[in-house]
T-cell receptor, first 114, second 107 residues
Framework: DAGITQSPRHKVTETGTPVTLRCHQTENHRYMYWYRQDPGHGLRLIHYSYGVKDTDKGEVSDGYSVSRSKTEDFLLTLESATSSQTSVYFC?????????????FGEGSWLTVV | KNEVEQSPQNLTAQEGEFITINCSYSVGISALHWLQQHPGGGIVSLFM???GKKKHGRLIATINIQEKHSSLHITASHPRDSAVYICAVMVTDKLIFGTGTRLQVFP
């Protein structure tokens, strides 16, 4: 599982409050991703990182920011949570091997904004 | 139109049946992944394909790069195969996902 942990796993928060989700890996993989999963949409990319302090936006980045100050941690922040950000958030890592790329996912973080 | 289309969206089978799930994509890719998601959320990578065919146990995945199409087959299906199967394509550094196929296998 590439040693991926997400925290918190479940959170209920109020509209307008800031929320930070953490993705931690233990194997020094370069590429890390944050996705959200909603019914009828599949997994959609929020932001990704290709190295320390190197990040880029995905298709649904509005309302989200990220930071990667060290290889092992990729943080996703909702500056002011809205009900539309109620979702399941998955962190993923791309492990590059000689045979190609393997994708590993964290267990998911269930966020409810009330 | 989604860049990755899966069919069918839902699939019901009796134990022992042969299952096929299809994935079509409209973009240039470097690889295609098949993933499995069980109820409760965990997502596991089943296959990564850039050409040809791969087999792991009762699962077989094929890809036709020219046709931009991939299939996932399950032989001798079992109730524990019940899950959502997701196709994803790698485009430069990003994965683009299909919406998944929900499979239920009944005893």
């Amino acid at each position: 599982d590439a040693g991926i942990t997400q925290s918190p796993r479940h959170k209920v928060t109020e509209t307008g409050t800031p929320v930070t989700l953490r993705c931690h890996q233990t194997e020094n993989h370069r590429y890390m991703y944050w996705y959200r999963q909603d019914p009828g949409h599949g997994l959609r990319l929020i932001h990704y990182s290709y190295g320390v302090k190197d990040t880029d936006k995905g298709e649904v980045s509005d309302g989200y920011s990220v930071s990667r100050s060290k290889t092992e941690d990729f943080l996703l922040t909702l500056e002011s949570a809205t009900s539309s950000q109620t979702s399941v958030y998955f962190c993923a890592i791309r492990a590059v091997t000689r045979s190609g790329n393997t994708i590993y996912f964290g267990e998911g973080s269930w966020l409810t904004v009330v | 139109k989604n860049e990755v289309e899966q069919s069918p969206q839902n699939l019901t089978a009796q134990e022992g049946e042969f299952i096929t799930i299809n994935c079509s994509y409209s973009v240039g890719i470097s690889a295609l992944h098949w993933l499995q998601q069980h109820p409760g959320g965990g997502i596991v990578s089943l296959f990564m394909l850039s050409s040809g065919k791969k087999k792991h146990g009762r699962l077989i995945a094929t890809i036709n790069i020219q046709e931009k199409h991939s299939s996932l087959h399950i032989t001798a299906s079992h109730p524990r195969d019940s899950a959502v199967y997701i196709c994803a394509v790698m485009v430069t550094d990003k994965l683009i996902f299909g919406t998944g196929t929900r499979l239920q296998v009944f005893p």
